[in-house]
Nanobody, 123 residues
Framework: QVQLVESGGGLVQAGGSLRLSCAAT????????MGWFRQAPGKEREFVLA????????YYADSVKGRFTISRDNVKNTVYMEMNSLKPEDTAVYYC????????????????WGKGTLVTVSS
């Protein structure tokens, strides 16, 4: 069993930056690919980015390439998402996700979810 707890959300102006963290409890953290999904108001949840268990591979949605970066610390059992050049359309609840095995870009492959943290980008 893996529990995921997100932190770092909040209100930021357009063009600003935020760093989200996701702390995982449980064993064998490095065997899980980790990722972030988001759900904007009135929209379905969508994939944002992900990182493999070792950190050697990453995958980004086109909408965040060049602006967001994912990283992980397998000693601290934590994954991070650095968000730069934020836009109002980035406003959403951001969910941390874990999959035992390869990177997951679709919800159906995710094994565990965090409860989410709200990011609001004002114009």
């Amino acid at each position: 069993q893996v529990q995921l707890v997100e932190s770092g959300g909040g209100l930021v102006q357009a063009g600003g930056s935020l760093r989200l963290s996701c702390a995982a409890t449980g064993r064998a953290f490095s065997s899980y690919a980790m990722g972030w999904f988001r759900q904007a108001p009135g929209k379905e949840r969508e994939f944002v980015l992900a990182i493999s268990g070792t950190g050697g591979s990453t995958y980004y949605a086109d909408s965040v390439k060049g602006r967001f970066t994912i990283s992980r610390d397998n000693v601290k059992n934590t994954v991070y998402m650095e968000m730069n050049s934020l836009k109002p359309e980035d406003t959403a609840v951001y969910y941390c996700a874990a999959r035992r095995g390869p990177i997951a870009t679709t919800e159906s492959f995710v094994n565990y979810w965090g409860k989410g943290t709200l990011v609001t980008v004002s114009s």
